[in-house]
């Protein structure tokens, strides 16, 4: 399985971003689909995630301000990050669970939040 992840860049704070992360296969086949995110120095933090039946789930600090949702026509699942803040600023990556012990993760996708 292999994971692209896709739309980091750079904002001002109270900006807006969408990341995307694209499966190999069909986002069905997976349990959960979900983001966490690293800076520097910290251990890897989890953000949000969406299971099989729609339900979602988010760390306090992203709550009322990131959105998590998922398209099987485009074998996708998006975070759509509005009201950025500069402690936003990390690398989000994507993950996909086929079970509870098999996890894919993709590539990073950097997003900077400028205060």
């Known amino acids: 399985v292999q994971l692209q992840a896709s739309g980091g860049g750079l904002v001002q704070a109270g900006g807006s971003l969408r990341l995307s992360c694209r499966a190999s296969?069909?986002?069905?086949?997976?349990?959960?689909m979900g983001w966490y995110r690293q800076t520097p120095g910290k251990q890897r933090e989890f953000v949000a995630d969406i299971i099989r039946d729609g339900s979602t789930g988010y760390t306090d600090s992203v709550k009322g301000r990131f959105t998590i949702s998922r398209d099987g026509a485009k074998n996708t699942v998006a975070l759509q990050m509005d009201s950025l803040k500069p402690e936003d600023t990390a690398i989000y990556y994507c993950y996909a669970d086929r079970n509870f012990s098999i996890r894919s993760w993709g590539q990073g996708t950097l997003v900077t939040v400028s205060s």
């Open positions: 296969r069909s986002i069905s086949y997976f349990m959960r």
